[in-house]
């Protein structure tokens, strides 16, 4: 018995609103289109994100697999000029003299770290690769 009266009240809603459609229209009131629908809003807050902006990242192609793993870029870092003058190597810690300055291991000159000295060369790291340098008594040795 429920639906049935709301089955009945519904109708009844319905044909009231058609009424009173009828009567407007009849009394010669027109509707316009534009009144029929809601007001179109623009975005205007450009500094602020924009609500409606997808967030969803597009799906980047597939990389070509690679036999033996991924290829990483080569990457070339020079080296700085260095100019080995001397190189202090009996003492209790080993010295060198670098671009007029003393370093011992553990140094930086020129963004390059030192990270031994011997008799014969000096090792730097530089950009995460490691590189030596003859030391001025051992470059002699040959000539």
Do not use: C, H
């Not at 010295?95 to 990270?115: C, F, P, S, W």
């Amino acid at each position: 018995m429920d639906t049935t009266r709301a089955r009945i009240s519904l109708l009844a809603a319905v044909a009231a609103v058609a009424a009173a459609v009828f009567v407007s229209s009849a009394a010669g009131v027109e509707k316009k289109d534009e009144d029929l629908f809601l007001p179109q809003e623009e975005y205007k807050a450009s500094e602020l994100r924009d609500p409606f902006q997808t967030w969803i990242i597009k799906e980047q192609p597939a990389q070509p697999v690679v036999p033996g793993g991924p290829v990483e870029p080569e990457i070339t870092a020079v080296a700085p000029a260095l100019n080995v003058q001397g190189v202090f190597w009996g003492a209790s810690f080993p010295q060198a003299i670098i671009n007029n300055t003393i370093v011992k291991e553990g140094d930086t000159v020129q963004n390059a770290k030192v990270l031994s000295i011997t008799k014969d060369s000096i090792k730097f790291q530089f950009s995460n690769r490691e590189f030596s340098v003859a030391a001025p008594a051992s470059s002699q040795k040959g000539q």
